[in-house]
Each structure stands twice: as C-alpha cells, then as structure tokens.
C-alpha cells in the first residue's frame, strides 16, 4: 500500500503485481481412447468402403472361376458326384470335331462381325466430331441399337434374314439374285448374326472413339492445316495416331464379346440353336459349353470350355500387353 502511495506521489505507475504460476491444462478424460479410434478410422475406413466390391467378387466372380476350374479337373454329371480325371476333359477338347468346329465358329464370327464394326464406328465418330446441325439427336441415335435388347434385335434380323419371306432375299430377288438361306448354310448364316451383332455395337465404339478425338489438341489439326493437309490426311496423320489407344482398348473389348457370343446365334437358330443350326454352322464356344452344361449334362467339359475360353482372352490380352509396348518403343526411339 505504501509503494502504492509513493508511486502515486512520484508520478510513476504503480508495479503490476507478480505473475501468477501458470497452470497445467489437464486432458479431457476419455481423450486417449477417442484418440486412438480417430486413427483406426482413418486406417480403416477405406477397405470399409471398398469391401463391399471385393465381397461381392469373391462370392459371384473369385468362388465360380476356381470352383469351375476345380470341375474341369473331374467327371461331373448332373446330380451325380465328382469323379477326379485330371487333364482327360481338356484332351477330349482336343480330339473333339466339335470344339475345333465350335472354335473356328468364334473366331470367323468375331472377324466378320469386329471389323466392319469398328470402321464404322470410326467414320460415324469422325463425322459426329464435325460441328453438324442436331448432332445432339445423332450421337443419342447412334447408341439407340446398343439400348435394345439382345433377344429383340436378334428376332427381328431373324424375319428380315428369314429364307422364304424375308426383306433381305426379297430385296436380292429384286436385283436378280436368287434367294439365299441364311439359316441353313455356313457362311450366310455367320454373315446374318455377325450383322447383328455390327448393328448393336457400333454406335457404342462410335461413341468412345468420339470422345477420344474430342480430347486431340485442335492445334495439331490447325498445324496440319496450314501444312496444306486436307481433311482425310489430317484424319490418318492426326486423327488415327492420337486415339490409337482407344482403338486398341475397342479392339480387346470386341474380341472378348466375340468370344463370349451366345444369345444372338442360339435365339437367331430358334430349335436349333444350342447346337448352331442342324450343321453346328454357327456355334460358339459359349453355344457349346451351354450344350455340354446344360443339355448333356457333362459339366466337368463345360468347365474345361470355359478355362479353355479364358486362356484365350488371357493370350488376347498377353499380345495386346506387347503390342502396346513395341508402340512405345518405336514412338520413343
């Protein structure tokens, strides 16, 4: 008090009083547990999100691949027990007429009907790339065959291929050919589901090769252009180079639906077609595995067909995988 007074008197403030000892702040309780459950969810919560994928794949994708592959390896009937065989159905795939037949089917099947599709999804995306009136409707047109139903598309083509009143020999009757039957002959018949299946699918690949030439620099085109290219130089020098990659993506997921065919020949085969016509002119391995599975009941070879179908898509892959790589080589050299 008497500092006080003094300093008052002076004219000086008075001293500010000594500092308290600062206090020891005190962690809430329960902070450690909340803590360490704060990192458990961060760790965790990912494989929670994606959990229900790979549970999904497990059940419906990982189990049916190993349990088929487990079949192949015995004699399986339908209700009937396993019986171990080893390799004997994969060595009765390859003394059968019909899977070599079968196997030929596939792949005629899937050139006829892969590559015209993919040019003519090529040229329908480098016409709806150009700035055209209603290009909005024709790009939704375009996809139209691919929102129609399988077993819908495949019976219309089949009245419109039908050897006593279709359109198709109507029309060829018209130009003086004789009337053509696509059901009972090999390459006619190939021709008519490969048509289908070029009807479906080229709007979809149209689409994807369109957005991948959105995606080229438009400066590449103006460079051309001053360089005095035209519009189909421009197209192969510019145009094909730049979305290779999609073009070869277009090209695995093709072969691979090839590979699997199934429902436009056997409904396009009506009676007949499990067995791809009365001639089996037009069955697929899908076609074949389904008659050994399910009519024949020897699941132990359809099993062996459907390993035999994957180590196909397997080398597919393989000489894509290499393919891709000597590009880049090449491109880097």
Known sequence: MATSLRAAADGTPPPAPPASPARRATPPPHSGRRSRL????LRLSPYAFVAPFFLTFAAFGLFPLLYTGWLSLHRVELGGDAEWRGLDNYAHLADSEFFWNALANTF???VVSTVPQLLMALGLAHLLNYKLRGRGFFRVAVLAPYATSIAAATLVFAQLFNTDYGLINTVLGWVGFDPVDWESSKWPAQIAISTIVTWRWTGYNALIYLAAMQA?????????????????RQFLSVTIPSIRP???FTVIVSTIGATQLFGEPMIFGGSLGVSGGSGNQFQTLSLLMYEKGWVTGALGQASAIAWVMLLLLLLVGAVRMLFSRASRKKLGA
Do not use: C, K, M, N
């Open 38 to 41: 704060y990192r458990w969810d």
């Open 108 to 110: 005629t099947i899937g």
């Open 216 to 232: 080229v620099p438009q400066d590449l085109y103006e460079a051309a252009a001053l360089d005095g290219a035209s519009r189909w």
């Open 246 to 248: 999609t073009i070869l």
